[in-house]
């Protein structure tokens, strides 16, 4: 994996402006205390990031939307919120696409499609975002991350490495993110149509 050579010139960078980075921290203490939730922080970023490219607002304050998007995970047994010996847990990667499809119809956020989960190859990210999708990432065993969910919104090559545009749930801004072999993913694209 990301073994094809970039050339520096690339990118890609077609949300910028309205790219929305909360963090798991702001909701870890909400009703009965969550864990393992990267899954519907990604994805309130999303519906955040969707809406505010729509031209839309949401109401409701981003607690709220959380709260609701993990009632969606849940109810599909999608996410549990549970840390059982660090193993189970959190939001499944097979049928994220699902959760993410639901959550977009609650809002009213229509006219994007959803597909995935694929391999996170550099062809694939690069190719996607210069379409310019979104990516969720879902990572396993990363250096820093361990397995993490969160969310892509362009690259950059610098000295010729990739360097992923991130909203990663951990800090409250978007920054880059460098993709390296050390790094297993999935994504599922969320595109518009």
Known sequence: MFKETLSADRGSACWKGNEYSFTTGQFAKLDRAYRRHCGPTAITNLVYTLAARSGRTIADKPENVFRRIARIGGRRLIYFNADFMKVFGGTSDLLVPFMI?????????????????????TGRICRELDRGSILY???????????????????????????????????????????GEELFAFCTVIRQK
Not at 109 to 118: A, D, N, Q, R
Not at 158 to 170: F, Q, T
Request: net charge positive; charged share 20%.
């Open 101 to 121: 499809r639901r959550s977009l119809k609650e809002y009213g956020i229509k006219g994007f499609s959803v597909s995935g989960p694929f391999p996170a190859t």
């Open 137 to 179: 990432m879902e990572v396993h065993r990363h250096p820093v991350y361990g397995n993490h969910h969160m969310l892509c919104y362009g690259y950059s090559v610098r000295d010729g490495r990739l360097m992923l545009r991130m909203a990663d749930g951990w800090i409250s801004r978007i920054h880059d993110l460098p993709a």
